[in-house]
Structure formats: C-alpha cells, structure tokens
C-alpha cells in the first residue's frame, strides 16, 4: 500500500513557474512508476508525463512537454513535477499516481494509488 501527498500548489501569473511535490509512504518507493495527471474544471482527467523508478526515465504529453520536467528523489519518497511558462489552460487539479508495473503508462487505469490532488491556477 502506497500512500500519496501532493504539495505544493497555488495561484501564479501566466509565464510563471510552480513545482508540485508529491510525498510517498512506504519502503519500495524506487520500484514504483510515478505518474502526474491534471483535471481542468468541466474535463476528463488527463496524463501530464511519468518518471520510472530509477528516475532514468520520463515521458509528457505533447501539451507540458519543454515546460515541465518530472524528477524524483527516492531516498526522500517524494517525485516532484517543476513546471514553467505557465499558461492559463494549465489550470487544474494535478494529482500524482503510482503504479508497480514498471510500464511508463500514459492510461490512468494502470495507476493503482493516488494523491488527493492539488489546486494549480494560472492566471493571464
């Protein structure tokens, strides 16, 4: 069982930066692929990119990708999600989510546990 804090959020002007934390319990942190989602008022919740275990690795969605950079620090449980130039349609609940599965899953449905997400608002 993994547990999930997402930190962190907040409101910030158009063109700015914000890094997301996201805090993890548990001992096997390393083994989990962690995963950033966002949900805009009105719209379905969306894939933002993911990190393997080893932090080697990461894939975005075409819509963040040269603006945010997902890392990790596995001695300290916690993925962070560094974002910039920020734009208004970036405004959403951002959740992180982890997974065992060693796939860098783009689908929500491979995520197993999850954050009770985070309130980011750009404004223009």
């Known amino acids: 069982q993994v547990q999930l804090e997402e930190s962190g959020g907040g409101q910030v002007q158009a063109g700015g930066s914000l890094r997301l934390s996201c805090a993890a319990s548990?001992?096997?942190?390393?083994?989990?692929?962690m995963g950033w989602f966002r949900q805009a008022p009105g719209k379905e919740r969306e894939f933002v990119g993911c990190?393997?275990?080893?932090?080697?690795?990461?894939r975005y969605a075409d819509s963040v990708k040269g603006r945010f950079i997902i890392s990790r620090d596995n001695a300290m449980n916690t993925v962070y999600l560094q974002m910039s130039s920020l734009e208004p349609e970036d405004t959403a609940v951002y959740y992180c989510?982890?997974?065992?599965?060693?796939?860098?899953?783009?689908?929500?449905?491979?995520?197993?546990?999850w954050g009770q997400g985070t309130q980011v608002t750009v404004s223009s």
């Open positions: 990190i393997n275990g080893s932090g080697g690795s990461t």
């Open positions: 548990g001992r096997t942190f390393g083994s989990y692929v």
């Open positions: 989510a982890a997974h065992s599965r060693l796939i860098p899953a783009v689908s929500e449905r491979w995520y197993d546990y």
